[in-house]
């Protein structure tokens, strides 16, 4: 029989939650492509002086790391808020799942070992800082909601109301996964007890009105983003994908294999007996399960939607499971979980310590920059091969702290980000999530001579390039180990790095007649 009592769970919780946090602190910048531009926002937000940008505060459903960083960096360096703001979200992921067994079972079991292996997932690795950690805090405040199931107090309804909103203004996504949880735990009582008058109340109504203050705040205070309303499913193309985002130990390195095997011992271990879902949260596994495998890529001006429920679904699916097995069995597979998770962190550690190393050449070299310079990142894809370029993708948004420099993609977006773009630096901007990848510096001379209609991404990916050697001072170019694309006239070297080249823009006669 089993006796999961003899087991201090709640210690190894915590164990994997600090093996899981330990790389970050390893470093002193993660190697997640997102993660230079969101410093570069924090530090705008905590007073950093720029004749770019301005702070616009509005009420927007994406204020997590943008409010508890600039907070933080009043007591510490930005570089280390922000470490704490993602371990706090990595903790979230662990023992918010715990939370929730212990919920559901009154106590907590192994499967919180096994929860843990989701804290790092592609979104996480992308540097999705608000989402991350709003679905972690969605953790929590379902534990909650499962905890008081029957006898929930005014106060206590009063403090979900404001604990809706806080999820809501971390992230709407988050916000939506919470709603979909509690929907799906809430339904099979509904149906249980009969749509009674008492249950619709409870199970309904409660839950809707405790979203007023969040739907008042959608409804009425997000301002009109740039969103362009294209939704993209890409279902086959992307499926593989979704498995993928599911665990990572590094960007763009997924441990597909381990997934796999999750995924078989759960269906192994329910259909064997040896393990039980909740009644309660079958429904909700099943709904997050169709979400991960039906959600878009691409929805409400924002890419990558369809990774952001697989990680949620595995963490949220072995905290409903209740095990029967002996005790031997139980000490190995902790053993196990707990020297699998800290072999991952160690492999993340060093993945994320290539990229220091390169992010902190890139700073030290910061004078060879032009102070309040307008730079462009380009990839030179020839000489980069299969190498992932994405961790570089907002390389210069270090010179915005370092320089005072401007770049294209740092996250501005109307609606969705609180940074905005002074007039008339606007015009060489992207303005949606569509056009935020840079070019490729064989596509520079196309870019330069106007011609948009050549290539058919031009015109929806890059309008803000035309004619850019008018525009930008300064191209960063990041090149790999393979032979090198040609370089357009207009770019004059001034810099060679290990893994990037700085270049002079020289504008030419068609910058006259602008």
Request: aromatic share 12%; with cysteine; charged share 15%.
């Amino acid at each position: 029989m089993s006796r999961i009592k003899d087991v201090p769970w709640p210690l190894l919780a915590t164990l994997a939650a600090v093996l899981l946090a330990a790389p970050l602190w390893a470093v002193t910048i993660p190697g997640m492509p997102d993660y230079p531009a969101h410093l570069a926002s924090f530090a705008l937000i905590a007073g950093e002086p720029s004749r770019y940008y301005l702070i616009q505060w509005a009420a927007l459903p994406n204020l997590a790391s943008e409010t508890l960083v600039p907070l933080l960096g009043r007591v510490m360096t930005l570089e280390a808020a922000t470490r704490l703001f993602l371990t706090a979200t990595v903790v979230l992921w662990v023992l918010g799942p715990a939370l929730i067994q212990r919920a559901l079972f009154g106590r907590i079991g192994p499967s919180v070992l096994l929860s843990g292996f989701f804290a790092y997932n592609a979104n996480f690795l992308w540097g999705f800082f608000n989402y991350g950690f709003a679905v972690g805090l969605a953790f929590l405040v379902f534990a909650a909601w499962i905890a008081t199931d029957g006898r929930r107090t005014a106060i206590q309804l009063a403090g979900f109301a404001v604990a809706f909103t806080l999820v809501y203004f971390s992230h709407l996504v988050g916000f939506a996964i919470l709603l979909l949880a509690i929907g799906g735990y809430e339904l099979p009582a509904l149906l249980n007890e009969r749509f009674s008058p008492r249950a619709l109340g409870a199970r309904v109504l409660s839950p809707l009105l405790l979203c007023l203050p969040a739907t008042l705040a959608f409804l009425l205070l997000k301002p009109a983003g740039a969103a362009d309303g294209h939704i993209s499913f890409d279902i086959l193309d992307t499926l593989l994908d979704r498995f993928e985002s599911a665990i990572q130990v590094g960007f763009d390195r997924p441990l597909l294999p381990l997934t796999v095997a999750l995924i078989v011992l759960f269906v192994l271990a329910v259909a064997t007996g040896r393990a039980k879902v909740h009644p309660r949260m079958r429904v909700a596994l099943a709904l997050f399960a169709l979400a991960a495998l039906f959600a878009p890529q691409w929805a409400l001006g924002g890419w990558g939607v369809h990774m952001r429920l697989p990680a949620v679904l595995g963490a949220l699916a072995f905290a409903a499971l209740e095990w029967s097995v002996t005790a031997r069995m139980l000490r190995i597979g902790a053993a196990a979980t707990l020297a699998l998770i800290a072999a991952g962190a160690c492999l993340l550690a060093w993945n994320w310590r290539l990229y220091d190393a390169q992010y902190a050449e890139f700073r030290t070299h910061a004078s060879t920059i032009r102070a309040d310079a307008k730079l462009l990142t380009v990839l030179d894809g020839d000489s980069l091969g299969w190498t992932a370029d994405q961790p570089y993708w907002h390389l210069a948004e270090f010179a915005i702290i370092d320089r005072g420099a401007f770049t294209p993609l740092l996250f501005t977006t109307a609606g969705q980000h609180i940074v905005r773009i002074r007039p008339p630096f606007g015009r060489i901007a992207a303005a949606t999530a569509r056009q935020g990848s840079p070019p490729d510096i064989d596509e520079l001379a196309d870019l330069a001579a106007g011609r948009m209609d050549s290539d058919e991404d031009y015109a929806d990916v890059y309008p803000y390039l035309n004619r850019f050697q008018c525009h930008y001072d300064q191209v960063i170019a990041i090149e790999g180990p393979g032979p090198h694309a040609s370089v357009p006239p207009m770019l004059r070297l001034r810099l060679r790095g290990s893994f990037y080249r700085l270049y002079d823009v020289v504008p030419d006669g068609a910058c006259v007649k602008r």
